[in-house]
């Protein structure tokens, strides 16, 4: 009997050690904590998102598609919302990285400005359908309470040491919403999407990052990054850059993540 009760006490305490060692939430209190960057998605037009907004917002937007000779190729787009101005400044970029380490990345970059008109570039630099036509999918998706309640929660995932929260819903085959905004990307060949994933850090919200998963073999997916703790003055200054006062710094990296 005594022999037993050491056993389920050092079973209780194993326990306790896991759920202290690992970090313990539920799926509905992850639901909770991802519910802020989830509630950013109300499909509507991007100036009428960011004018939403009191102070500075970046959002970044890139397809990530590994094609068949393991090359990747990154096409995307990252805007800063200067509010002072009402008008949001970034780039346009594609880039591409040769499975073949002999040969050199490629990267196009094209400074951007976006108001209540439209996308602009610089004088002299031509206005493709690409810049023209993009998308974030901010501005097409719809995630409230009322339709997440439709998707099936595939995963959800808490790091107490970060803090940092996951989510991801499996998505229907049938979804057209997706399935348009997956062939704008020019991704024509992949007909929709498996997940949509939902991530972010910190105990207070400041944003986070959405992945689209389109296709696991070769991986395929569209991935976009909000940062609501964004300033005007602080990290890179897209304005600058756009007006050529500036030139650019390591800071972009980190806009793009």
């Known amino acids: 009997m005594k022999k037993r009760r050491k056993v389920i006490i050092g079973l209780a305490l194993l326990l306790c050690v896991s759920v202290i060692v690992s970090g ?28 939403s907004r009191e102070s500075s917002v970046l959002i970044s937007n890139s397809a990530d598609e590994t094609l068949e000779n393991s090359d990747l190729i990154v096409k995307g787009m990252v805007l800063k919302y200067y509010p002072t101005e009402k008008k949001a400044y970034g780039k346009y970029f594609e880039w ?36 023209k036509n993009f998308k974030f999918m901010v501005e097409e998706f719809d995630f409230t309470k009322e339709s997440t309640k439709k998707l099936k929660v595939e995963k959800s995932g808490y790091n107490f040491e970060v803090p940092s929260y996951s989510l991801s819903y499996e998505l229907s085959k049938n979804d057209e919403t997706i399935k348009d905004y997956i062939q704008d990307k020019q991704l024509v060949k992949y007909d929709h999407a498996t997940k949509i994933e939902f991530s972010r850090d910190g105990n207070g919200y400041s944003g986070g990052k959405i992945k ?19 300033s005007e003055t602080e990290g890179t ?6 007006l050529g006062e500036e030139t650019e710094n390591e800071q972009e990296t980190s806009d793009l993540q």
């Open 212 to 230: 689209l998963n389109i296709h696991r073999s070769p991986n395929v997916s569209i991935n976009e990054f909000i940062n609501t703790d964004s």
């Open 24 to 51: 313990c939430k539920s799926k509905k209190n992850i639901v909770k904590e991802m519910t802020p960057l989830m509630y950013e998605y109300q499909k509507r037009p991007l100036m009428e998102y960011f004018s």
């Open 96 to 131: 591409l990285y040769p499975e073949d380490e002999k040969k050199n990345n490629e990267k196009k970059e094209i400074p951007v400005m976006f108001d209540s008109e439209n996308y602009h570039v610089k004088e002299g630099i031509e206005l493709t359908e690409e810049i």
């Open 237 to 242: 200054d897209y304005r600058a850059l756009f």
